[in-house]
């Protein structure tokens, strides 16, 4: 067995990248002119929830911000699944807030995500507006995507958000596509991919790494590892290590400590720094936990995969805690005070949008104003 193919350690951050970046020779050089993804719509919103992306360290209290917003609108939203108010149910990402504040604190507005079925706290952290990310879980018209896309499905290209996705391991292609696409414009845009544990063995993801790398493509992979995939132990379903998929991909890989949102900022800011410079992907294996349910259907099916004694221990080291220690308790208190203004504002907003009109139903299932490309028949 080849020293790239042993087994590193999960517990130890390592590194698996050669020295410097290599000339592309097969992949998508910068295209000089070429068409550049529009962010000219509504613009990235820097005044947003999102954590502040400047200086050159984490702003430890806009972290606890983007952290404690993640947190009460998940506790939210679970009140208003209960309620009735959110129709279906949702996927909660209590106790993974430090993961989505850290890695977007390290990107600019121009940078790009991609996220899953979990997905709120990145979408958050990204910078969506609060009043239409409800609006849009509760199937408004003023919601995010006019209420269609719902709780799996939020996105703000405008913002860099390329969209939450039910689909396991289907933002991993996306991220790599709009990567790809930001070299052939010649930008420097990065774009992040967030998917869990279990999307690690899924066919889509792995080619992703194989061409992000081949290509030497801006792409940061995280994996948010909160030791479940779905109801299984990530030991009963990961053969080998997470890190481990880098490695057979010569690709850069790190785990760190995901309660920490200060750990996680300073190591997505290496990997972001590094790929925006040409360095190429990386991944960063996130260690978290889930405080709640899978979904929250399992509130109704008591599925018992844990027991409360597991869930304790998990939520021993809150990521939310751990950072709001960091800051004065005056300012704690300030900052808590207004998410839960923001909060009572998101939702009265939301509950005071129009409902969708069952007449609209069919409207914006397929794109329009697409034109032909030069030289090709529309006629058969």
Not at 157 to 162: N, Q
Not at 194 to 217: I, P
Request: aromatic share 4%.
């Amino acid at each position: 067995m080849s020293d790239r193919m042993a087994k590193p350690s999960a517990d130890t951050a390592w590194r698996a990248d050669p020295s410097g970046p290599r000339p592309r020779t097969g992949g998508p050089g910068p295209e000089a002119g070429g068409p550049d993804p529009d962010t000219s719509g509504s613009g990235p919103d820097t005044s947003g929830s999102g954590p502040d992306t400047g200086g050159s360290g984490p702003d430890a209290v806009a972290l606890y911000r983007a952290m404690r917003l993640i947190r009460r609108f998940e506790e939210r939203c679970v009140e208003l699944v209960k309620a009735g108010e959110i129709v279906g149910g949702i996927h909660p990402c209590t106790g993974q807030e430090a993961v989505a504040a850290g890695v977007c604190a390290a990107l600019r507005p121009d940078d790009v995500i991609t996220s899953t079925h979990r997905g709120h706290g990145h979408v958050l952290a990204k910078g969506a507006d609060l009043n239409r990310m409800t609006a849009e879980l509760m199937g408004r018209t003023t919601g995010l995507n006019k209420g269609r896309g719902g709780s799996m499905h939020a996105a703000d290209v405008g913002l860099g958000i390329l969209g939450a996705n039910g689909i396991v391991g289907a933002g991993a292609p996306i991220a790599t596509g709009a990567a790809w696409a930001a070299v052939r414009a010649g930008a420097d845009r990065v774009a992040v991919s967030f998917f869990g544990d279990g999307a690690v063995s899924q066919g889509v993801v792995l080619e992703s790494l194989n061409l992000a790398s081949l290509w030497r493509l801006p792409v940061l992979f995280v994996c948010e590892n909160n030791g479940y995939s779905s109801t299984v132990t990530v030991e009963d379903m990961v053969a080998g290590t997470i890190v481990g998929r880098a490695a057979a991909f010569g690709m850069s890989a790190e785990t760190v400590d995901g309660m920490d949102a200060e750990a996680v900022a300073a190591a997505a800011r290496r990997h972001v720094d590094r790929a925006r410079a040409g360095g190429g992907p990386a991944l960063l294996e996130c260690r978290t936990y889930r405080f709640d349910a899978h979904h929250t259907w399992e509130h109704r099916s008591f599925v018992r995969y844990r027991t409360p004694e597991q869930v304790k221990e998990g939520r021993r080291r809150d990521p939310v805690r751990i950072q709001g220690d960091r800051i004065p308790e005056g300012e704690r208190a300030r900052v808590d005070d207004e998410v839960e203004a923001a909060l009572d504002t998101a939702v009265r907003f939301a509950r005071d949008s129009p409902e969708p009109d069952p007449a609209d139903a069919l409207d914006h299932l397929y794109a329009t104003g697409l034109r032909p490309r030069a030289g090709v028949s529309t006629h058969a």
